[in-house]
């Protein structure tokens, strides 16, 4: 099954991998002994330095076809055999199942926030941008960041889904999107701790102190802000975690009233499940903090009661950062466990992003960047992963499924700028992507069977 040759870029092959694999061209046969634990140093080494951002950015998708090849030498998880090539299938526009939720490819719309709530509510400007995101052919479109709380929003301009006036509103634009798109919905629940009570963007994304216009008193595990000189968290104690896990669920059982078709809960990005993950945020001294496990125990009690009132059949699922790309932070072995204690918690998938929980971080951003995330808990974890990140390239996202990197790739900043980019990267492949009717007649001509019209 395993025809035991390797490719890598020259850059990789000079620079981390074992001669005593690879030789010293790009093919070369691993001899069978041995070949394991030279194929975990090679890895241990790639991680290292990709980590440490010494790889030129260009080179990170150009070698998956090694972390293939070695998976599947290795007999571990991410395995998944070459696709595209078979029958002519592109890997991309392969369906999927998350749980029971049926995807018809592998492409999913990333959250992204608008900051353009009116308290909480969602307006008509959701409705434009889900409704020409929901044409985009894309298999799974996913809310932005939508707060359980009105103090767990970004800035006073959030979508949250807290009572029966947020609800209302986000029913109306769901309503109007699935009346013209079939596409699958999932709502990302999230609360944003120390990372509150701030400026939108455009504005310069500064913290509100409490008191001025827009500002609020945030909270956190413990009371360390997210950057020097601003208004430290409150702490939060008993009381406050369990109503912030009731609030999880209560906006979860809205969700699952909204008809949603599945939760992401948000444990990334450095905001409040991530504040809990990470020990440069978590200094608490109960059965919250400290130890991993003790860390992990909000995060997964919060997940408990979100599955608990989500309609069983269908899933829950969590983004995490992959690392906080610090010294002493929030790591990809830590992420590995975490990612097993959610499979076994019954977390339908999980989202692989990184970074986001200090300003000091060091982000090596490029292609496929986060990608390596993806791929090392893939290998250690059963459930499907989704990685994200600098994706926009067709045949950068059909590797990343092909080779086994990952089960789904998410896209944010692309699909804004080419909101049609899977019709393009359909097209590309000869695959199939639905369009509405009052669209078919743009297929072009050298695509006569782009337009999946069998309805
Ligand atoms: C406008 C915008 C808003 C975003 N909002 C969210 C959000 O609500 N929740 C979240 O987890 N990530 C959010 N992100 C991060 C994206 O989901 C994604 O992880 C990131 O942009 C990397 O993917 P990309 O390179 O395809 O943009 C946002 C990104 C953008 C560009």
Redesign the pocket.
């Known amino acids: 099954m395993h025809s035991g040759l390797i490719q890598v870029c020259d850059l990789h092959r000079l620079h981390c991998l074992p001669k005593e694999i690879f030789g010293t061209r790009d093919r070369g046969r691993p001899r069978r002994a041995g070949a394991d634990a030279l194929f975990r140093k090679a890895d241990a080494v790639w991680y290292g330095k990709s980590r440490l951002g010494i790889f030129p950015d260009s080179c990170h998708y150009r070698c998956q076809g090694y972390f293939a090849l070695r998976n599947g030498y290795l007999g571990l998880p991410g395995s998944a055999p070459l696709q595209q090539n078979e029958g002519g299938m592109s890997a991309l526009f392969t369906p999927f199942r998350i749980g029971s939720l049926e995807l018809s490819n592998r492409i999913i719309i990333?959250?992204?926030?608008?900051y353009s709530a009116v308290g909480g509510c969602m307006i008509d400007w959701h409705l434009i941008h889900l409704g020409h995101l929901a044409l985009s052919g894309a298999a799974l479109l996913?809310v932005?960041?939508t707060a359980v709380t009105p103090e767990g929003r970004i800035t006073d301009a959030d979508v949250g889904l807290y009572d029966d006036a947020t609800e209302a509103a986000m029913a109306r634009t769901l309503e109007s999107v699935r009346r013209w798109s079939d596409i699958r919905i999932a709502v990302?629940l999230?609360h944003a701790g120390r990372k509150a009570s701030t400026e939108v963007?455009w504005k310069g994304g500064r913290q509100i102190r409490p008191g001025q216009p827009n500002g609020w008193q945030t909270l956190a595990p413990s009371a360390i802000p997210f950057d020097e000189g601003q208004n430290p968290p409150a702490t939060l104690d008993r009381e406050g975690l369990k109503s912030v896990r009731e609030a999880f669920a209560a906006s979860a059982r809205r969700a699952a009233r909204l008809g949603v078709d599945g939760v992401q809960l948000?444990g990334?990005?450095g905001y409040l499940l991530h504040q809990f993950l990470s020990p440069l945020s978590n200094r608490r001294e109960d059965e919250y903090g400290g130890s991993l496990e003790n860390r992990m125990r909000f995060p997964l009690e919060v997940f408990d009661a979100v599955r608990a009132v989500f309609p069983a059949e269908r899933p829950v699922s969590m983004?995490v950062s992959g690392t906080d790309w610090m010294a002493g932070g929030w790591d990809i072995d830590q992420t590995i466990e975490f990612a097993k204690a959610l499979e076994a918690h019954g977390c339908a998938a999980i989202h692989v992003?990184s970074g986001g929980l200090t300003p000091a971080q060091k982000i090596p951003v490029g292609p496929s960047y986060?990608v390596p995330l993806a791929r090392a808990v893939k290998m250690n974890a059963r459930l499907p992963v989704i990685a994200?990140?600098?994706?926009?390239a067709f045949d950068q996202a059909e590797a990343i499924i092909g080779t086994g990197d990952a089960d789904l790739i998410?896209?944010?900043?692309?699909?804004?700028f080419d909101p049609r980019w899977p019709w393009h990267a359909a097209a590309h492949f000869g695959a199939k992507v639905k369009a509405p009717d009052q669209y078919l007649r743009s297929q072009p001509r050298q695509y006569r069977d782009l337009f999946d019209i069998g309805h």
């Open positions: 990333a959250p992204m926030c608008q996913t932005e960041a990302q999230a963007p948000h990334a990005h983004r992003s986060q994200v990140g600098h994706i926009t998410a896209l944010a900043r692309t699909i804004l």
